[in-house]
C-alpha cells in the first residue's frame, strides 16, 4: 500500500481573455469542418486533424501546454456562454417592448455568433397567439 503514489492532477492556469479570442480566431478559419454536423468517416478525421492543428497553433502562440480537451471545452463553454448572452439579450429586448436595451452583446459572442449561426436560430411557432395573421 506504501510503495503505491498517487499522482494528484494539478490545476493549470484559467484560460484568459486574449486566449479566447485567438481560438474563436483559429475556429474561425476552420469554422466549416469544426462546426459540421455531419458523421462521415472522412469529416470525423477532417474535424480531428483541425482540431489537432488548432492546438498546436495554440501551444506555438501561448506557450503554454493545453490538452485537446481543454482546447474543445472552452470551445464548448465559449457558444454557451454566447447563446446566453444572445438569448438574454433577446429576453430584455422583449420586456422593454422595442424601445432602447440596455444590454449590449460582447464582440466576442457576436464572432461566435458568425461562426456558428445555425446554433442561434430561435424557432417560430406558426400557432403563436401573438403572431401577425396574414391574409
Known amino acids: 500500500m506504501e510503495d503505491q503514489v498517487k499522482k494528484v492532477r494539478g490545476r493549470t492556469d484559467n484560460f484568459n481573455h486574449e486566449e479566447v479570442l485567438f481560438l474563436v480566431e483559429l475556429i474561425s478559419d476552420r469554422a466549416s469542418v469544426i462546426e459540421d454536423k455531419s ?78 449561426p445555425q446554433d442561434f436560430k430561435t424557432r417560430k411557432n406558426p400557432f403563436d397567439s401573438d403572431a401577425r395573421l396574414v391574409s
Open 39 to 116: 458523421a462521415t468517416n472522412k469529416m470525423r478525421m477532417a474535424k480531428a486533424t483541425a482540431w489537432l492543428e488548432i492546438k498546436a497553433a495554440f501551444e506555438v502562440r501561448h506557450g503554454k501546454s493545453r490538452t485537446l480537451i481543454q482546447i474543445k471545452d472552452l470551445w464548448k463553454r465559449t457558444k454557451i456562454n454566447a447563446k446566453k448572452e444572445i438569448g438574454g439579450n433577446k429576453r430584455e429586448m422583449a420586456l422593454t417592448g422595442g424601445g432602447k436595451n440596455e444590454k449590449v452583446v460582447s464582440i466576442l459572442s457576436e464572432r461566435v455568433m458568425g461562426i456558428c
